[in-house]
């Protein structure tokens, strides 16, 4: 494996155990299709990560589904993502 890969490999595994880097985090999802997976974003000039995050697919079919962010005591990154439900069907 490449130094560069290693590399990259080390930052994603700090993500996943919930510490900023470069600004980026990984937050866990709780709830829903995609719950106890983790969401890499980007954090804010406020340091908070976004409000509200869409996921789609997963084991629930094709569907869209909100997660908020919301502050937790219990995770590293201090902040977990909880399912909001799915979200209204759009016609196109």
Not at 33 to 55: C, N, S
């Amino acid at each position: 494996m490449s130094t560069d890969n290693s590399e990259h490999m080390r930052t994603i595994d700090r993500w996943l155990a919930g510490e900023v880097v470069n600004n980026t985090i990984g937050i866990k999802v709780v709830g829903g299709p995609f719950d106890g997976r983790t969401k890499i974003v980007l954090l804010g000039e406020d340091g908070r990560p976004p409000a509200v995050i869409r996921a789609s697919g997963g084991p629930a079919g094709p569907s869209r589904h909100a997660y908020e962010a919301v502050r937790s005591t219990d995770v590293r990154a201090g902040w977990i993502y909880t399912y909001t439900g799915p979200e209204p069907a759009t016609e196109s």
